[in-house]
């Protein structure tokens, strides 16, 4: 077993003073929008081709707002605009509503899940699914690890995924619909991987009409940038369609308390997005007159909620996907331009409907980029953001680091300006001890956790220096 210092001790990393993981959106038609310098800046590198058969699509960047990639549901591209390295090949469906979601494992930088859902066209064979990008892998530009790939976790779920915080302010859920039932499936998202799933069985039968038809599918769902409620909608149900509103828990995951948010059934809508401040619900209904709804969810009594439906726009122009920007506005896709809902915060058409608000590059046939809308992701920067200190004055050559085995003197973890009673604890990507030292003076105690070999792999370490400052860096091992 070889281990290689990818970077040796480093500097304590950058802390961003607000969240920008959200800043820099690509999607369909090599269409993209950078947020960072305050206003919406119009980008047409994206690699996202225009194509009425492209639906999801997800981005993330770091928290200095720097795109790290972004993806389809079948392929990733990394910063550069290149295919990441082995990011083609996800079994997602391409005209899935919202086919791919990116959620960073909590408490770590570097890890990051991609979610994929299958497409009606294919019945959903593929199910949810995820794959691992690992931001250190490819000199930094990422790559998705062999062994995690198109891992399945749910069969037959249907076209809406969305994702929030949990109560505890860093764990993540997952929520997506079972299709051909009324269950709710949240997967709850830990610094250690994916825990147990919460199943809720509330509100309308997917397809409504109780049929074995996977073409009702089509429609956006969102959950309120608090975690407290769940929205959805049906842009293709044939017999009764969709509209529905509830409650989500993000302590238990458990979706409960239902309202039927239209009476009139034979209505289709597509687009859905809560107000920055959760007090207001706009949906967009997909068949001509094409119109932006706006409901008053203040009140807490259902039936308030849906006798405030108020028309925000008319147009004749379709109107599909919603999202919510970090800057606070929602962005309305009409097609070759977005409107914005400038206040979405305010009342009926105080809300400040801008039309024609953002030119495109090229048509955008449907949604936008699919984002926790609170923007309160938790990855700082990634590990192309560390800098070593220099000149290593020092080189501290330590045995059976990593291996139990005293006799093997053959693994090697080299440290260099290592100072003495200084202390190192070397984590895995999950954010668990692997192998900690305590006295680095020339007496090592090294050692590791759980008395067995580690892995191949990509670590990361900590070195605390006698006056309390840390440094830190990543090891990989090689097998």
């Known amino acids: 077993m070889k281990i290689r210092l990818l970077l040796l001790l480093v500097a304590v990393p950058f802390l961003a003073l607000c969240q920008k993981q959200g800043n820099v959106w690509y999607f369909e038609g090599q ?194 940038p608090d975690g407290s409620k769940l929205a959805l909608v049906n842009a293709n149900a044939f017999t009764r369609s969709i509209e529905e509103l509830f409650d989500f828990d993000n302590n238990t995951g458990i979706v409960s308390n239902v309202i039927n948010l239209q009476p009139d059934t034979s209505l289709l809508y597509y687009g859905v997005s809560f107000s920055p401040d959760n007090s207001k619900l706009y949906v967009s209904k997909s068949t001509y007159p094409y119109q932006l709804y706006q409901y008053d969810l203040s009140s807490g009594v259902s039936s308030s909620i849906v006798a405030s439906k108020v028309s925000i726009h008319n147009s004749n122009s379709p109107i599909t996907g919603l999202q919510l920007a970090p800057n606070g506005k929602i962005y309305v896709n009409i097609g070759s331009y977005l409107d914005i809902v400038s206040s979405p915060n305010n009342i009926g058409l105080a809300c400040s409907y801008i039309s024609v608000g953002f030119i495109l590059h090229h048509t955008l046939s449907y949604s936008l980029p699919n984002f926790i809308d609170s923007y309160k992701y938790q990855n700082q920067l990634a590990c192309t953001e560390y800098v070593p200190i220099e000149p290593p004055i020092t080189e501290l050559k330590v045995p059976n680091i990593f291996s139990p085995n005293a006799d093997n003197i053959n693994d090697t973890f080299i440290i260099e300006n290592l100072p003495t009673d200084a202390t190192v604890h070397i984590y895995n990507r999950w954010g668990a001890l692997v192998a900690e030292w305590n006295k680095p003076d020339g007496s090592w105690d090294g050692r590791t956790k759980g008395g067995s070999q580690v892995s191949a792999g990509v670590y990361y370490y900590i070195v605390t220096l006698p006056d309390g400052e840390q440094r830190k860096g990543f090891v990989e091992v090689i097998k």
């Not at 690890?145 to 993540?172: C, P, S, V, W, Y």
């Open 31 to 224: 269409n993209g929008i950078d947020f960072n310098s305050g206003s919406p800046v119009l980008l047409s590198d994206g690699q996202i081709p225009e194509s009425s058969n492209i639906e999801g699509t997800a981005s993330i960047s770091d928290s200095a707002g720097n795109l790290l990639f972004y993806a389809t549901a079948t392929i990733i591209w990394n910063k550069n605009h290149q295919v990441m390295q082995n990011g083609a090949g996800l079994s997602g469906g391409e005209s899935s509503t919202q086919g791919v979601f990116i959620v960073p494992l909590p408490k770590s930088n570097s890890i990051f899940y991609v979610f994929t859902l299958d497409e009606m066209q294919g019945c959903f064979q593929n199910g949810l699914r995820y794959s691992i990008v690992d931001m250190c892998l490819d000199d930094s530009l990422g790559a998705v690890e062999n062994d995690n790939k198109n891992i399945l976790l749910l069969d037959n779920a249907g076209e809406k995924m969305a994702g929030t915080f949990h109560a505890n302010g860093t764990d993540i859920w997952l929520i997506v619909h079972k299709y051909f039932s009324d269950a709710f499936h949240a997967y709850l998202i830990t610094e250690n991987g994916i825990a147990d799933t919460v199943i809720s069985n509330e509100g309308s039968h997917h397809p409504a009409d109780s049929t074995i038809d996977c073409n009702q599918a089509i429609g956006q769902m969102k959950i309120s």
